[in-house]
């Protein structure tokens, strides 16, 4: 229900699709239907800004004209815009898409605006550095000498190119040793190799006329393979010293805004390259395209904060054991580093693709542009109204905001469009859809979940997301395929017609859940699989539930096993960061919550003895929940006096590790090993004292 100060105004856009004003309003939602909104129908949306409404508009390809009108009423927070004709209008199933409208409709129209995602702040001067075969780099520099503070570092030489008779700007050369940081910071590192220091030379020429050999050319570099060691080039350079073959001080670095990297193979070889960095390769139309979206980078910028990080999550490392390292693994930017026991991200080389986020076991890395519970209540609100007005077997479509929405456009322009139960959800990226999102949409009432990865760097961590939570789903009895990556874009939009109108729909729960998704991933699944267990439909039929279920190495959850190997040492207690293994208080017992276990390897990987292993599965009993021993000893007792001296499996190990000392070569000494401190010591006495060919400390000299 909207208020008089809010008006819904809807564009069947000339016709081209159906809107039912009748089946709209039997639904409840209270809109007027237009044919040319962006045309004769303007005024309408112009009275409407003018009394000081706020307006919704069901089109988003004029979003320019009407946001022009707005500002003439200083109305720009007031009005508002949502896409009903690809994601619903346009379909071979239009006649049956009301109960999608309204769906569409009530989630743009009521939901409120998520909170502000913090921002990360950049700037970029003019400061440009161009790497590369000395005939190109030079000649880009000579041209953007006018637009950019220019500097070159020559890698290889070229020819009979001569440096610029005029020193304007620094020219250096050598190899590459490192290329770091991002937009602003970029951070350059090389060795000089060439005799000639190119910072001091006033590019006088008579280096060059003095050689014998002709070794030195006017790009004023010396070839060292026909230099013949005349030194005629020192002399004639004279008291400028600007030669040198004997220099040993050949390390260099500088710092630049921005960087034209023009070698044959990019310096930063990653999927994606920092803003400020451009690497077009030796075409030429490349390189002057990369020199345009180069300029665009000048000034002051603000970019979200895609990530939060809770470092007391990670479970990356602990006393120098590595454990997981998922989001190292998959990030495309190489943002994310090893930061002693934790990960650090660097917020400046993020660009958002979330893909950490959908990995992490732990929820410590969390994907917030948006965040989960602003997606989750998105989907909860579409799969409610959806519900509320007739519509059945909903199937949930989370899709990138460009490269998706491309394809979705695409299909409904030249395809059959969407079907009517298939309902679009827009992120930011299509990457950060994980496990939560997707049990936690099917736990809400979708009966299927799509995630279409058009934009994807790479589809295989969703891929293996939905692989472990349709495993879980038919181990419930959830019949039919429940998700699916789709890899398909604008361009193959006949991919993405496939994939969606050929899926049957899957068996779905018997009562949407009332929760919603919450800011912590482990909490959000245990809400999504406790809901889909109590509803599953293997519960109602024979053998039941299984007591666990069995997925892929690489899942969240599972069980730590424990070999007899293990002597209770507990390290593996200090090395877990979940809390899922523990030390009981009233015996030597070792615990263990699966629930808890996040299948990091910490627990392996610190373990002495390699007495442990994973086991990567799905508990479904409220055991899961509670601690279980997973290994329990006696306690062993002094041999003399009976005090207690640890576990019993402990102190064997110690004994046999130390039975073949030296010092405990006879088996009175080795039988003193199975006593306390004090009864050793006693024992030693009395041994001493009885043997007249025993050694006294009061015999013994320096």
């Not at 989750?376 to 460009?402: M, N, P, Q």
């Not at 070792?590 to 610190?606: K, M, P, T, W, Y």
């Not at 005090?643 to 110690?654: D, F, R, T, W």
Request: aromatic content about 6%.
């Amino acid at each position: 229900m909207h208020d008089n100060q809010e008006r819904i105004r809807l564009c069947d856009c000339n016709r081209s699709f159906s809107l039912d004003a009748g089946q709209l309003a039997a639904a409840g939602v209270v809109a007027s239907c237009h044919h040319a909104l962006c045309a004769q129908d303007l005024p309408v949306v112009d009275a409407d800004l003018a009394a000081g409404r706020t307006v919704f508009v069901s089109c988003t390809q004029e979003t320019a004209l009407f946001g022009e009108l707005a500002d003439t009423h200083e109305a720009g927070q007031r009005i508002h815009f949502f896409n009903l004709r690809e994601n619903a209008g346009r379909s071979a199933e239009s006649a049956q898409a009301a109960p999608k409208l309204a769906a569409l409709i009530a989630a743009a129209t009521t939901l409120p605006a998520p909170e502000p995602v913090p921002a990360v702040q950049m700037q970029a001067g003019r400061s440009l550095l161009i790497i590369g075969e000395a005939g190109a780099a030079l000649g880009w520099a000579e041209r953007l000498a006018g637009s950019f503070d220019p500097a070159v570092l020559i890698t290889q030489r070229a020819g009979e190119v001569e440096l610029p008779a005029a020193n304007e700007y620094p020219v250096w050369s050598g190899k590459v040793l490192s290329l770091s940081g991002h937009l602003g910071e970029f951070e350059l590192q090389w060795q000089q190799r060439n005799p000639i220091d190119l910072e001091l030379c006033v590019r006088c020429n008579a280096c060059v006329k003095a050689c014998p050999e002709g070794a030195i050319g006017f790009d004023l570099q010396v070839d060292v393979d026909a230099c013949r060691g005349h030194r005629a080039c020192v002399a004639a350079c004279g008291e400028i010293g600007a030669i040198d073959f004997a220099r040993t001080d050949t390390a260099r670095s500088e710092r630049f805004d921005l960087v034209l990297d023009l070698s044959v193979e990019p310096l930063l070889k990653r999927i994606e390259l920092p803003d400020g960095y451009a690497a077009p390769g030796r075409d030429p139309f490349e390189q002057a395209l990369a020199v345009q979206s180069l300029g665009e980078f000048i000034g002051e910028f603000e970019k979200p904060r895609y990530v939060a990080f809770d470092a007391g999550l990670c479970a990356h490392s602990r006393a120098r054991k590595t454990g997981c390292t998922n989001c190292i693994e998959v990030c495309a930017t190489e943002a994310i580093r090893s930061n002693g026991d934790v990960i650090a991200v660097d917020p400046w080389l993020c660009k958002g693709c979330g893909t950490c986020s959908t990995v992490c076991p732990s929820g410590a890395l969390g994907f917030q542009f948006p965040r989960v519970p602003d997606v989750g209540l998105r989907v909860k609100t579409l799969l409610s109204e959806y519900a509320r007005t007739g519509g059945r077997d909903a199937c949930i479509v989370f899709h990138a905001a460009e490269d998706g929405a491309a394809a979705i456009a695409r299909l409904a322009r030249r395809g059959r469009g969407l079907p009517a139960r298939v309902i679009p959800v827009e992120v930011w990226s299509a990457d950060a859809v994980g496990l939560d999102l997707m049990l936690g949409s099917l736990a809400l009432g979708a009966c299927q979940v799509a995630v279409l990865a058009a934009g994807s760097h790479d589809a295989a961590p969703l891929k293996a997301q939905a692989g472990y939570g349709q495993t879980i789903l038919s181990a419930l009895g959830y019949a039919g395929e429940h998700l699916r990556i789709i890899e398909a874009d604008a361009e193959d939009w006949q991919a993405l017609e496939r994939a969606l109108w050929s899926w049957t729909p899957a068996t779905g729960v018997a009562v949407p859940a009332r929760f919603r998704l919450l800011p912590k991933k482990r909490e959000t699944l245990d809400f999504a699989l406790r809901h889909l267990v109590q509803h599953a439909p293997a519960a109602q039929a024979a053998p039941g539930l299984p007591a666990a279920i069995a997925l892929k190495a690489g899942a969240p959850f599972g069980q730590v096993v424990v070999s007899d190997a293990c002597t209770l040492c507990m390290a593996c207690t200090g090395a877990c960061p979940a809390g899922a293994l523990r030390a009981a208080t009233d015996s030597y017992r070792l615990d263990f919550i699966e629930r808890n276990c996040l299948q990091c390897g910490l627990c392996v990987a610190s373990c002495p003895e390699s007495a442990l292993a994973l086991e990567p599965r799905l508990a479904l009993g409220e055991e899961a929940r509670r601690a279980r021993a997973l290994r329990e000893a006696d306690m062993f007792h002094c041999t003399a006096c009976g005090k207690a001296m640890g576990a019993a499996p402990l102190i064997e190990s110690m004994i046999a590790r130390l039975s073949g000392h030296s010092m405990f070569a006879t088996e009175a000494e080795r039988a003193r090993l199975r006593m306390c401190a004090d009864c050793r010591v006693i024992d030693m006495m009395k041994s001493e004292s009885t043997s007249s060919s025993a050694v006294k400390a009061w015999d013994l000299s320096e």
